[in-house]
């Protein structure tokens, strides 16, 4: 009984002393000059020009909401896929039930701005809603003669 976990225990065994053995070696090699520069975050190549913010904004936490609840669904449709023949009927409503929860905290989010960044969110902030009375008619110019009033020529000037 105990030989069918033997090679489970060997790669345990063998992945704790790589990790140990790797830290005391990285300890013993590594040169020691410690400076400003090499103990500053890297940044891509930049150098940062302020200090990072003390707190992330709501909006960081947000995106990250998003992301979790993504994977979730993917974590949950894959053993769906792999067996949804024996779950059946029932099966299938049940995520069409997940989805549409999933569905709905994904709109919550898009509603309360979560992907809003930058100019956009400036934008929409300054911005009046359309006005309901808004048509193609009254927005869209036809091409040709066919709606055109006096003073919509070239070179015309309205009376």
Not at 7 to 18: S, T
Not at 57 to 81: G, H, K, N, T
Not at 125 to 151: H, Y
């Amino acid at each position: 009984m105990m030989g069918q976990y033997l090679p489970v225990v060997v790669m345990l065994v063998l992945g704790v002393a790589f990790a140990g053995v790797s830290l005391v070696m990285s300890k013993l090699v590594s040169p020691k000059r410690p400076s400003a520069a090499k103990s500053a975050p890297y940044e891509c190549g930049i150098v940062p020009g302020q200090d990072p913010p003390e707190r992330f904004p709501v909006r960081f936490y947000l995106v990250a909401m998003i992301f979790i609840v993504f994977d979730i669904e993917i974590i949950f449709l894959y053993p769906y896929a792999v067996i949804h023949r024996s779950l059946g009927v029932f099966g299938l409503i049940e995520m069409v039930v997940f989805a549409v929860a999933v569905f709905a905290s994904f709109v919550f989010l898009i509603a309360n701005g979560a992907l809003d960044w930058g100019p956009i969110r400036e934008l929409r902030r300054s911005s009046p809603a359309v006005s309901a009375a808004r048509t193609t008619t009254s927005t869209v110019r036809r091409v040709g003669q066919d709606g055109r009033g006096p003073g919509d020529q070239p070179g015309e000037v309205a009376a």
